[in-house]
């Protein structure tokens, strides 16, 4: 069994910046890929960043620029750093996993509020 762990969220102005982190329950070198999706309210779950077991990185063009990810495998962690938030980055946002491209873990997610 595959825990994952989001932590980070919470209200912010706009302009301000934030990082979200994911621990999980197992190395995450296990995963050949791990990923941050967003959920607005009415809206589908969207990708906006992820990682690969290799390092790279690649970002939705809504995040591209104002955005990184990154990880510490010490720590088994991956972060998503947020900067320039704007009211529409408002969500859920939840840590992904990916084993295999069938097998994947999701976290509970943790809510980013961006409001004035």
């Known amino acids: 069994q595959v825990q994952l762990v989001e932590s980070g969220g919470g209200l912010r102005q706009p302009g301000e910046s934030l990082r979200l982190s994911c621990v999980t329950s197992?190395?995450?070198?296990?995963?050949?890929?791990m990923g941050w999706y967003r959920q607005a309210p009415g809206k589908q779950r969207e990708l906006v960043a992820r990682i690969f077991r290799g390092g790279a990185a690649s970002y939705a063009d809504f995040v591209k620029g104002r955005s990184t990810i990154s990880r510490d495998n010490a720590k088994n962690t991956v972060y998503l750093q947020m900067n320039s938030l704007k009211p529409d980055d408002t969500a859920v946002y939840y840590c992904?996993?990916?084993?295999?491209?069938?097998?994947?873990?999701w976290g509970q997610g943790t809510q980013v509020t961006v409001s004035s």
């Open positions: 197992r190395s995450i070198l296990e995963f050949f890929v």
């Open positions: 992904n996993a990916r084993t295999t491209l069938t097998t994947e873990y």
